[in-house]
């Protein structure tokens, strides 16, 4: 996957919409807005990730790396929790950071795909299903892989050749398809 | 235009969208279409196969592949979600297939794919779509009104008309590069040389040269050594990239296929000749194999290319000459095999040829010069669009030719077609109800096969 900068904040965004959900419900129910209040400053702080860090940081990001980042972050809003004096306990907003980070995952690996035809293809971006033009993009390195061809022949080759090359045993040709005309077996 | 085919296939075939092949590319134009919102019979897939995986799975036969390059999210689904993994895994219960593709280690196999491609065409109906059941010869502009298409086979009978077409007619013919083609052509020789996606077979105690650096040449490198015999891997540059995907993987996303869309078409080609010049999946069977030939000394690679080729009393008197053009030797092979893909010339398929000749379709290198949006100039237009997928495509769309290329392509013609229909659009909740219907049918069907065992 290579997300651009905008296919993060798209993806951001939308994903966190079912645990805005959850915190929404929750501030209800218990009368605390601080739930609601951790899901927009995860938003926010997701925001600042996505454009300032990781698109320059990961420019192919692998599947596994979305949990790395998840553990991360969550080390990130906790301090900030912390830092703007929420009135959560710890347990509580770790139990409700993962519960809406699995909400979010599912809308992002399940819904959007659904959503968006063109959403995985399209780097992560909700666009219109159209030929469209975004930023340039660099290909992966290359790895060179021929040290032993670059040295000349070798003793297979330099054994099947030259004066004292090994006779080799006849055999049929590998083709299943085409066999050689008997009037021109010897 | 109306739709005019009658229920029992009778009559003028008109349709909306028109497909000409029908391979993998017109199964995912078809699905593609169904899952945005068209109807069956506004769609034509005009070809002489019902089956679309035909073609493939006679050349993946050939060449022994047992899995395919393509990763998780490859396969014949419309839409995204699932992707292969999740499906492998939920129906083996089994976690491999995810952390697998979290690593991106996971490869669909061969007997699993075409077992989805089965099913969706079975599931969408995409058999009875198939029009005429004679290969496409000639199509012709007509202005109308409404402007469309008359498609005609090679004995110039009318087999229907569309309003859009995509022109999904695959590879050219197979590649045999030079003195090789002038050889086989020679039949005391011909059933010595053969293409990596021929039928054939290695016998112990031969010697087989093969040309090429591709996945189909390791494939072959394999295949050679399982048989107990030797084999020299010939290529003729020095560097092939070790990746698991045709091109670099960025190229597969939006970003770097619209990026690469932003050069010119000189560069644009001057680019896939550079990255598609051969690469090399590293995996891991593969490589204990080649290691171990290598030890027993069955098994060596040289840079050259064979400069002449003889019949000789084991076979083949074949010259070799380096890189630098010196003469390396002659030696006697039992056989070689050509993994140097296909003819990527536009005038290799009449059908292009036709369409250059008659309407002046513009010719570069001889690949046609597409628009931007994979139309044929001066043909295509935005109320009756004429595109092109695949490797004729991928000048466009570097990995035109593979399966997440051809969604690419497929899913924006019909999308261009849907606009210029003023379409009704399917909903979210119909689209996840077919793809959840079309998941769960595929995940019945791979619980009967047998696990194909992955290479990386």
Redesign the interface.
Known sequence: ????PV?RIHTRVASLALPALLGLILSLLTGREDWIVLIGIYLLLGVALDAGLYAWLL??Q???MTFVLALGELGMLYVLARVLELELSSAEAIVFYWASWLLAIFTK??LL???S???????L?F??????????????P?????E???G??????R????EH?V???????????????AE?LE | MEVAVKPNGSGPQDVVIGVIGDGFGSLLVYT?AI??GFKPEQIGIFGEHSNPVQTYQQFAWNLGQTVLRSES?SHFL?????TFAQLDAYSRRSVSPLLR????KFNPGVPEILTEAAIVTKRLGFERRVLGGAKVGWIVREPGPPPHFSLFDEDAQLLGRCKHAMIAIGHGPLSYPGVCGAARAD??????I?QAY??????E????LVMGSGIAAVNEWANILDAGA?C??L?RN??????DLN??????????I??F??LSFDQRVDFLAE?LRGT?PERRVWGDKIKKG?DD???????GTITAIEP????LLVR?G?ADGSD????????I?CSTGFVKSAFSLPLLRRLAQTYDVPVERERIRLK???GVPPLDREDSRLCMMGLNANTVVPNGDTI?GL??IA??F???CARAENLDLRS?PS??NL?IALARSTVKALRKIERTKQLA
């Open positions: 996957m290579c997300p651009t296919g420019r192919y692998p599947p596994w690996v399940v795909p659904i959503f035809l063109t959403y995985l293809e399209s780097s971006e666009r219109r299903i159209d030929w469209s033009i975004p930023p340039a993009q660099a290909p992966l290359v790895i060179a892989a021929g032993e061809a670059d000349g022949p070798g003793p297979l080759v054994s099947a050749s030259g090359a006779p080799l045993k006849p055999l049929p040709g590998p083709s299943g398809v085409h066999s050689v005309p021109m | 593609s899952y945005l999210e419309p839409a995204d979600w699932p593709s979290a690593g991106r039949p005391r020789m011909t059933d010595r053969v021929e039928p054939k077979e290695y016998r105690g031969g010697r087989y030797q020299i891997a290529r020095l560097h092939p990239e070790e990746q091109v670099p993987r960025c190229l597969f996303d939006g970003s770097g619209d990026a869309q932003g990255v090399s290598r000394g069955r098994f060596e690679e040289m840079i000789g009393p084991g076979g070799l380096g390396i030797g002659e030696i006697e092979a039992t056989g095999t931007t949006n994979c997440a969604k690419y899913r924006r019909v999308a261009d979210f689209r996840l793809q």
